[in-house]
């Protein structure tokens, strides 16, 4: 069974641009959840989906960050414009409920 | 908000050496707590949930324990690839979102 699948593994953009990140979370689950990872802050959730629906956003730092799931298949996040401390590995996770989720490998963004 | 605090920070142990990692929490009504683990450069990997005082869970080397304050994920006779980033992380029963606690990094030299 194929994963959580993350694109792309790795991103460096400078400060101003757009940038943007995939999702395909496991056949079947209908719950995604979008995490950041950083060493100051460790894993703190930016948003969550429900059967496509978003459930609870209060983890987005601010207006320049964006997060959609037109289909159960696939998400994306979006940082417009990205800044320096934008930097960190993002995480997709997926679940078929409230139980355990399922993290996929992880973005990681570099702002210069 | 819930709280969750994980002790100790970092801990290095020698192959066999048997130890334990703590990790305290404060939720509003506990539905579940997880334990994950991580290697350097991927994403958690899911090891056990818990869902009421009294209940533990066993994999391998490693079992997990839960009280209404706390759980301890004891690792028994510990090999070099066991050495990686604990991460454990509540979940309120009304609520699908985990919070995580900063994790123990665990070193286990052969």
């Known amino acids: 069974d194929a994963g959580v699948i993350q694109s792309p593994r790795h991103e460096v953009t400078e400060m101003g641009q757009e940038v943007t990140l995939r999702c395909k979370p496991i056949s079947g689950h209908n719950s995604l959840f979008w995490y950041r990872q950083t060493m100051m802050r460790g894993l703190e959730l930016l948003i969550y989906f429900n059967n496509n629906v978003p459930i609870d956003d209060s983890g987005m730092p601010e207006d320049r960050f964006s997060a959609k799931m037109p289909n159960a298949s696939f998400s994306t996040l979006k940082i417009q414009p990205s800044e320096p401390r934008d930097s960190a590995v993002y995480f997709c ?13 992880g973005t990681r963004l570099t702002v210069t | 908000e ?8 970092a801990l290095r142990l020698q192959e066999g050496e ?32 818990l869902y009421s005082a009294g209940e533990e869970k ?31 992380a509540v979940q309120a029963s009304n609520d699908y979102k985990l919070s995580f606690g900063a994790g123990t990094t665990v070193t286990v030299r052969a």
Not at chain 2, 21 to 39: A, H, I, K, P
Request: glycine share 8%; aromatic share 14%; charged share 25%.
């Open chain 1, 93 to 105: 996770a997926s679940s078929s409920g409230p139980w355990e989720q399922y993290f996929g490998p």
């Open chain 2, 2 to 9: 819930d709280q969750v605090t994980q002790s100790p920070e």
């Open chain 2, 58 to 88: 066993e994999k391998e080397r490693l079992k997990a324990t839960l009280t209404k304050k706390e759980s301890f994920l004891h690792i028994t006779a510990p090999k070099p690839e066991d050495s990686a980033t604990y991460l454990c």
């Open chain 2, 18 to 49: 048997s130890s334990s990692l703590n990790c305290s929490y404060t939720v509003s009504g506990l539905r579940g707590l997880f334990w994950y683990r991580q290697d350097p450069g991927k994403g958690p990997e899911f090891l056990f949930t």
